[in-house]
């Protein structure tokens, strides 16, 4: 008997239909892989599975029973919990405040009892093998992938018996990343369901029993996971075959310099970087996570102090901050780590979070052009092929890889032509990925210098000029032409450690 069944689910936002007559059904002790683009209705299907949202029509039932869960409480009730991409924690609360808010260990006074809040937090690390977390840690001082593993925690503290994981591994370095599938498998081991949805092919195949995929916000088709090749799957998650992920990389680079770093360091991450990035250059940075990738990318922006030397388009600059880096055709734009935490005003609309760093352009005399705002609104939403009801939809309410759209719209109207692309496709779809992929070719070919980070080495290995590795804070190697691949970058990145 399976353990959810789903019939006839439908979900309309509007006049968007997010879902249409969908199924599902998975059962106890399997791995399900919820595959499709963003935008097809997995993130509205496994809202509605964990009690966020309320459907329209058609039924659930769990364990054979009907269910339509109020509220994410009742949901837990009923055994299922989600870990969604987009994190549910409060910065200023501790590791273990954040992984038992509102379902903290009470003393007979109703005080919460800290003692044994702290003796259930060690033993849930524990029991899972947790990486490297800190009870007492405040959340606001760990990394974005840090941040996710403890919203894995705090999924796994209400011991579910159906687990929904969103894009859990896309935040998480290598080593995280392989705990995690380990752990999903284990988890199904046990007897759970655990929901599992992926953009990254690699680990569907490794985990996955049965995969279902969505288009449109309908069922498409249901497969066992060794049953289907995955060009049949990614032809039936976009409705037409994929002729290639990555464009052909042809040279665009000049000779002129766009940028140069010179003894670039910031505190104890980012120490004595030199690199030069050229017009027409897509420039990839790689390395293990957590060798100042992430600290290069935000003191270049402004967004962190760092010392030594920058020279934009062959003139020096001094960027102590994000609007200093921000000077029209000249400067430095960013796409950054967390789109929903640091790119996006997410309760404004698609054409507030595009205009709102360039209402200059369209305001004249203290008066704003509606007219000349919407024309550029218009032409940025068409030519990114942004998916959105009207430009007045809310941020928040787009899928994930149409709200990466939008801080692309929100960079290329800036006007900058040297860009900083900290893992622009991370939770991404294949399909969206492929355009994002073709657009950075397309803006080098235009002369604009990228510099650009990905978690995932094969982006850097098959659209990259050039790649940087980072080891210890530092530049370890440079590669160029044949000798950019995968098993160069990990050497590059872990020279260090095999010589010892």
Same mark, same amino acid.
């Given at each position: 008997?399976?353990?959810?069944?789903?019939?006839?689910?439908?979900?309309?936002?509007?006049?968007?239909? %997010?879902?249409?007559?969908?199924?599902?059904?998975?059962?106890?002790?399997?791995?399900?892989?919820?595959?499709?683009?963003?935008?097809?209705?997995?993130?509205?299907?496994?809202?509605?599975?964990?009690?966020?949202?309320?459907?329209?029509?058609?039924?659930?039932?769990?364990?054979?029973?009907?269910?339509?869960?109020?509220?994410?409480?009742?949901?837990?009730?009923?055994?299922?919990?989600?870990?969604?991409?987009?994190?549910?924690?409060?910065?200023?609360?501790?590791?273990?405040?954040?992984?038992?808010?509102?379902?903290? !260990? #009470?003393?007979?006074?109703?005080?919460?009892?800290?003692?044994?809040?702290?003796?259930?937090?060690?033993?849930?690390?524990?029991?899972?093998?947790?990486?490297?977390?800190?009870?007492?840690?405040?959340? #606001?001082?760990?990394? =974005?992938?840090?941040?996710?593993?403890?919203?894995?925690?705090?999924?796994?503290?209400?011991?579910?018996?159906? =687990?929904?994981?969103?894009?859990?591994?896309?935040?998480? !370095?290598? #080593?995280?990343?392989?705990?995690?599938?380990?752990?999903?498998?284990?988890?199904?081991?046990?007897?759970?369901?655990? @929901?599992?949805?992926?953009?990254?092919?690699?680990?569907?195949?490794?985990?996955?029993?049965?995969?279902?995929?969505?288009?449109?916000?309908?069922?498409?088709?249901?497969?066992?996971?060794? %049953?289907?090749?995955?060009?049949?799957?990614?032809?039936?998650?976009?409705?037409?075959?994929?002729?290639?992920?990555?464009?052909?990389?042809?040279?665009?680079?000049?000779?002129?310099?766009?940028?140069?770093?010179?003894?670039?360091?910031?505190?104890?991450?980012?120490?004595?970087?030199?690199?030069?990035? #050229?017009?027409?250059?897509?420039?990839?940075?790689?390395?293990?996570?957590?060798?100042?990738?992430?600290?290069?990318?935000?003191?270049?922006?402004?967004?962190?102090?760092?010392?030594?030397?920058?020279?934009?388009?062959?003139? !020096?600059?001094?960027?102590?901050?994000?609007?200093?880096?921000?000077?029209?055709?000249?400067?430095?734009?960013?796409?950054?780590?967390?789109?929903?935490?640091?790119?996006? +005003? +997410?309760?404004?609309?698609?054409?507030?979070?595009?205009?709102?760093?360039?209402?200059?352009?369209?305001?004249?005399?203290?008066?704003?052009?509606?007219?000349?705002?919407?024309?550029?609104?218009?032409?940025?939403?068409?030519?990114?092929?942004?998916?959105?009801?009207? !430009?007045?939809? +809310?941020?928040?309410?787009?899928?994930?890889?149409?709200?990466?759209?939008?801080?692309?719209?929100?960079?290329?109207?800036?006007?900058?032509?040297?860009?900083?692309?900290?893992?622009?496709?991370?939770?991404?779809?294949?399909?969206?990925?492929?355009?994002?992929?073709?657009?950075?070719?397309?803006?080098?070919?235009?002369?604009?210098?990228? =510099?650009?980070?990905?978690?995932?080495?094969?982006?850097?290995?098959?659209?990259?000029?050039?790649?940087?590795?980072?080891?210890?804070?530092?530049?370890?190697?440079?590669?160029?032409?044949?000798?950019?691949?995968?098993?160069? @970058? +990990?050497?590059?990145?872990?020279?260090?450690?095999?010589?010892?």
């Amino acid at each position: 008997m399976d353990l959810v069944t789903v019939k006839g689910l439908s979900k309309r936002y509007g006049g968007i239909v %997010a879902l249409s007559e969908a199924t599902f059904s998975a059962r106890a002790g399997e791995v399900h892989a919820l595959l499709g683009e963003n935008g097809a209705g997995k993130s509205t299907f496994i809202q509605i599975l964990s009690g966020a949202v309320r459907h329209d029509g058609g039924s659930i039932l769990v364990d054979g029973q009907d269910y339509r869960p109020a509220n994410p409480d009742a949901a837990q009730a009923r055994g299922i919990a989600a870990v969604f991409q987009e994190l549910s924690l409060i910065p200023d609360l501790s590791v273990e405040q954040n992984i038992w808010f509102r379902h903290e !260990p #009470r003393t007979l006074l109703s005080t919460v009892n800290r003692a044994e809040m702290r003796r259930k937090t060690l033993a849930l690390l524990d029991k899972y093998k947790f990486p490297a977390l800190r009870p007492e840690q405040e959340l #606001r001082r760990l990394t =974005l992938a840090e941040r996710q593993i403890v919203e894995i925690a705090k999924g796994l503290a209400k011991d579910p018996r159906i =687990l929904i994981l969103d894009e859990a591994t896309s935040a998480l !370095p290598a #080593r995280e990343a392989e705990w995690l599938l380990k752990l999903t498998r284990q988890l199904a081991a046990e007897g759970r369901l655990v @929901i599992f949805i992926s953009h990254r092919m690699a680990e569907v195949r490794a985990i996955a029993d049965r995969l279902t995929i969505f288009r449109n916000g309908s069922t498409i088709a249901v497969h066992e996971a060794n %049953a289907v090749s995955d060009n049949e799957i990614v032809t039936q998650m976009i409705g037409r075959h994929l002729d290639r992920l990555y464009p052909e990389r042809i040279a665009t680079a000049t000779d002129r310099i766009a940028l140069k770093v010179k003894g670039f360091s910031s505190g104890s991450r980012l120490s004595g970087v030199d690199f030069a990035l #050229r017009e027409g250059e897509v420039l990839g940075v790689g390395g293990l996570q957590g060798h100042g990738q992430r600290e290069l990318f935000q003191s270049l922006f402004g967004a962190s102090k760092a010392s030594g030397t920058v020279e934009l388009w062959g003139k !020096p600059v001094s960027i102590g901050n994000p609007r200093q880096a921000l000077t029209g055709k000249d400067g430095i734009a960013l796409v950054p780590e967390d789109r929903r935490g640091q790119g996006l +005003l +997410l309760t404004k609309s698609v054409r507030e979070n595009l205009t709102l760093s360039v209402i200059k352009r369209f305001t004249e005399n203290g008066l704003l052009s509606r007219q000349r705002e919407a024309a550029l609104v218009k032409e940025m939403v068409d030519f990114l092929r942004i998916k959105a009801g009207t !430009p007045e939809q +809310l941020a928040g309410t787009l899928s994930g890889g149409n709200q990466q759209k939008v801080i692309f719209g929100k960079m290329l109207l800036t006007q900058a032509r040297v860009l900083l692309l900290y893992d622009p496709t991370r939770g991404v779809d294949v399909g969206t990925k492929g355009e994002i992929f073709q657009l950075m070719r397309d803006l080098a070919a235009k002369g604009y210098a990228i =510099l650009f980070h990905s978690s995932d080495m094969p982006e850097l290995v098959h659209v990259a000029d050039r790649v940087l590795v980072m080891r210890n804070g530092g530049i370890a190697a440079t590669l160029e032409g044949d000798r950019i691949s995968e098993a160069s @970058i +990990l050497r590059a990145a872990m020279l260090e450690s095999e010589a010892a």
